[in-house]
């Protein structure tokens, strides 16, 4: 089974300025790595995913993440944040394995882009 | 990129009557289909994977019973939510995965946008 723990419920940061959310994961397979956006009484949107290879991977509206293995870590960060990146954000694993398919997501993060 | 599509977006009903969420891959065959709910500010919880032609695999602690998932096409899923109350008021968002690929990840999920479900 996984598991996924996004370490703060909100991170309020005033715009410009840069931000990191925290995803920490566990696994018993391998696994991919998400990050979605939800913005108020929306769907989600798929900001980036790491599949393989380079451990650094970016995404739309300026995000990247870094994925570490020995910390079973996928913090996503962001160097100069606008007030428009004010939503929650989903950390999320997917196993790779045909019974740990299924899409399992964290608790959620409420990043405050503040003027 | 492809496209879910899922309706109502916004449904009101009464206690005790069943509502049916629509959830349709527009622009490719979706071989599975996730159903999640989400409380308000709280996160997706997975709920059930539904197979075309199928029976769904319903995770532990949702009662099948109660919310009936139908997967008769590879490009529509449904949920009803039967005889609901109060306490089943929540967003419902449906993903549809393509089929997997001759080769490469298999890591595809498309999501709708979304059924806020409130039961008076």
């Known amino acids: 089974a996984q598991s996924v723990t996004q370490l703060d419920s909100q991170v309020p940061v005033f715009e410009e300025a840069p931000v990191e959310l925290r995803c920490n994961y566990s696994?018993?397979?391998?696994?991919?790595l998400f990050w979605y956006v939800q913005y108020p009484n929306q769907g989600l949107q798929l900001l980036l995913k790491y599949l393989s290879g380079s451990t650094l991977v970016k995404g739309i509206n300026g995000f990247e993440a870094e994925f570490n293995k020995s910390q079973t870590s996928f913090h996503l960060r962001k160097p100069s944040v606008h007030i428009s990146d004010t939503a929650e954000y989903f950390c999320a694993v997917r196993g790779l394995s045909g019974g740990y398919n299924k899409l399992i997501f964290g608790a959620g993060t409420r990043l405050a882009v503040h003027p | 990129g492809a496209v879910v599509s899922q309706h109502p977006s916004r449904v009101i009903c009464k206690s005790g009557t069943s509502v049916k969420i629509e959830c349709r891959s527009l622009?490719?065959?979706?071989?599975?289909m996730f159903w999640y709910r989400q409380f308000p500010k709280q996160s997706l919880m997975l709920m059930a994977t539904s197979n075309e032609g199928s029976k769904a695999t319903y995770e532990q602690g949702v009662e099948k019973d109660k919310f009936l998932i139908n997967h008769a096409s590879l490009t529509l899923s449904t949920l009803t939510v039967t005889s609901a109350h109060p306490e089943d008021s929540s967003f419902y968002i449906c993903s549809a995965q393509p089929p997997a690929p001759v080769r490469g990840p298999n890591e595809k999920l498309f999501f709708g946008s979304g059924t806020q479900l409130s039961v008076l």
């Open positions: 696994s018993s397979v391998s696994v991919y």
């Open positions: 622009d490719f065959q979706a071989t599975t």
